[in-house]
């Protein structure tokens, strides 16, 4: 169950909404606590367990949640950037969310 795509879509979005400074006001004012998400992050890690298809369906929540958000200005920039530099998600991970329609 805990490595069901739905669980890793779900757990993604919970553990990165908080640490997203600003969710509700301008979309200047959002952010990401840097901090937190790379605290947080390391529980990401451990379900996602070096398996590139539960890293994709994270990326893919990590997409549906910028969407939700209605894209505010290099945000996914940025949490991609920390889940690559934390290890948490594999170049292959993203070479393959990347070539996905």
Same mark, same amino acid.
């Not at 398996?51 to 994270?58: G, W």
């Given at each position: 169950l805990t490595s069901s795509p739905s669980f890793i879509r779900t757990l993604t979005t919970v553990v990165t909404e908080s640490c997203i400074n600003g969710i509700g006001g301008p979309h200047s004012q959002i952010s990401l606590? $840097? %901090? &937190?998400? !790379?605290? +947080?992050?390391?529980? *990401? !890690?451990? #379900? *996602? !367990?070096? %398996? &590139? %298809?539960? $890293?994709?369906? &994270? *990326?893919?929540?990590?997409? #549906? *949640?910028?969407? +939700?958000?209605?894209?505010?200005? /290099?945000?996914?920039?940025?949490?991609? $950037? /920390?889940? #690559?530099?934390e290890d948490v998600v594999s170049e292959e991970a993203f070479l393959s969310w990347s070539k996905n329609d």
């Open positions: 606590d $840097e %901090d &937190s998400f !790379k605290n +947080r992050s390391q529980i *990401l !890690k451990t #379900y *996602l !367990k070096d %398996d &590139s %298809d539960l $890293e994709f369906q &994270s *990326l893919i929540a990590l997409q #549906y *949640l910028i969407h +939700r958000l209605e894209h505010p200005q /290099k945000l996914i920039h940025v949490i991609f $950037e /920390k889940l #690559y530099e």
